[in-house]
């Protein structure tokens, strides 16, 4: 068995078990994500496959990303899902889902057949909604149902887009699933219908973005942050949004192939510039700690968007190491946050305060995870925004009145948001106790890898980062 088949049956078959032995589920679950590095490592170092998983320079590195994420978010989930006091049906429902989810991500990140990376996010879409809903209270439950409602609306005009760019590519293609095979499709799309590929991308564009949280359809993440389990809100930012992005790629791989149609890049700054300029402005308003975070992903998402919209080797790398960098430092701000709101027993920013004094090893974690988010270096976010305005620069300079605005409100909302949850007065903890090591050992390895991937990126690293920007227009 090849290894992506290897990882994904692995969280296949841990979901199957989780969902019938909730008995030590949360370190059953632990292990399953540490097993899955391997597979993952293995794809990193020797990408390739056949069939419907393949793993190449643009999808391997986000796999292991997905691994590693998956890994620290289920050592978080140790403590934090011991504090929510679920009874043994919720403690199936969320491991096992957590492990579906999982699944579903790796397949999505994998798949050359758009069809089965279509059933993949949905699957991965609802057993999100899952984990969301948890709770059980009205606020989880309307979340859930707006991430269901909302999401299901785009899928469904994403897969109209699958099926227009199938009925394109039909003329030129063999049946079966050639006429799904993403790299099939981009060989023949200089032959295709430039009307039904422009067509077909303003479908995929609006049903995965909605994936991915670009504006407009936009509204379910933040709810779906603040009021699911901290753990969903770190994979879901880590990773359900990077698979949809990877997702909009692909199409925008095969569109651009045709020098007939119309350039997807544009559409891609649209909604990108929106994003980030709406995020920045109500990134300011915010009182929920999880909800802010779910409003810097919207922002993060739009700044990929604008750099894969730019284009060319340099805006390619700028968004690839940009969803790096994010999926890291985001996933580690949650951890830091949701281990804050347990022992404060709320997500508030009220009630989260001087954390850098009540508990250093966490409050200092959290101050460099969010000024890493605004942008400042040493991190990978500074490098990949530093690469973007430098693309934006050479090829589209008009961008950068809206490009450089946005990183400056957005930057300073974080800030200005960090300095009131870290850096003020302490506030009372309503369960003292340490910071515990189950939320500080995921935090502070996420931090050194986005600090490590910014100051010395591994050569191997740099060379699939180039080679997977050379894959994309």
């Known amino acids: 068995m090849s290894p992506a088949g290897a990882l994904v049956l692995l969280h296949l078959l841990g979901a199957g078990l989780l969902a019938a032995w909730p008995a030590r589920a949360a370190l059953l679950n632990l292990l399953l994500c540490g097993a899955a590095l391997v597979p993952a490592a293995l794809l990193l170092s020797a990408p390739g496959g056949e069939g419907w998983l393949r793993a190449d320079a643009l999808n391997a590195p986000f796999v292991m990303l ?52 279509w059933v993949a996010i949905e699957a991965g879409t609802l057993a999100s909604v899952v984990m969301v809903g948890v709770h059980r209270t009205p606020a989880a439950i309307e979340a859930a149902w ?17 099926i227009v760019l199938a009925l394109a590519g039909a003329p030129h293609l063999p049946g079966g699933e050639a006429r799904l095979s993403a790299a099939a499709l981009r060989e023949v799309a200089a032959r295709m219908d430039p009307a039904l590929l422009n067509l077909a991308f303003v479908f995929l564009l609006v049903g995965f973005g909605t994936k991915a949280g670009l504006v407009p359809l936009h509204s379910w993440l933040p709810d779906a942050h603040a009021e ?11 990773l359900l949004l990077n698979a949809a992005m990877l997702a909009i790629l692909r199409g925008q791989g095969i569109v651009a192939a045709n020098g007939e149609a119309l350039s997807p890049g544009g559409f891609l700054l649209a909604m990108g510039l929106a994003s980030l300029l709406l995020a920045g402005v109500t990134l300011w308003r915010r009182r929920d700690a999880k909800r802010l975070l779910g409003w810097s992903s919207i922002e993060h998402m739009g700044l990929a968007a604008i750099a894969f919209g730019l284009g060319g080797p340099a805006g390619n ?30 997500q508030r920013m009220d009630a989260i305060g001087g954390l850098a004094r009540s508990h250093p090893p966490l409050g200092w974690g959290l101050v460099l995870a969010m000024a890493g988010l605004a942008g400042l270096p040493p991190f990978s976010l500074f490098v990949s925004e ?23 409100v957005a930057g300073l909302a974080l800030l200005h948001a ?11 903890d309503a369960a003292p106790g340490p910071a515990g090591l189950s939320a ?34």
Not at 148 to 153: K, N
Not at 228 to 238: E, F, H, N, Y
Not at 418 to 428: A, D, F, I, K, V
């Open 386 to 408: 530093w690469w973007l305005a430098g693309a934006a620069a050479r090829t589209a300079p008009w961008v950068l009145a809206l490009l450089l605005p946005g990183l400056l």
């Open 440 to 473: 500080l050992l995921p935090l502070w390895t996420n931090l050194l890898l986005a600090l490590l991937i910014a100051l010395a990126l591994p050569a191997p690293l740099a060379a699939l980062l180039r080679e997977g920007a050379g894959l994309l227009p």
């Open 146 to 162: 707006k991430f269901f409602v909302l999401c299901g609306f785009g899928i469904a005009l994403a897969l109209f887009g699958i």
């Open 228 to 238: 699911g389990p901290t753990p969903i809100a770190a994979v879901l930012s880590g």
């Open 317 to 346: 790398a700028a968004g690839l190491l940009h969803l790096w960098g994010h999926a890291l430092l985001k996933s580690a701000a949650f951890f830091a946050i949701g281990r804050a709101a347990r022992l404060k027993g709320d």
């Open 66 to 117: 997905s691994a590693i994420v998956g890994f620290g978010t289920a050592l978080f989930s140790l403590e934090d899902v011991r504090g929510e006091g679920f009874d043994g049906r919720r403690l199936r429902s969320y491991h096992a889902a957590f492990q579906g989810f999982l699944a579903a991500n790796h397949v999505a990140l994998l798949s050359d057949n758009l069809g089965i990376l």
């Open 418 to 428: 960090m300095q009131r949850l870290c850096l003020g007065p302490p506030t009372p």
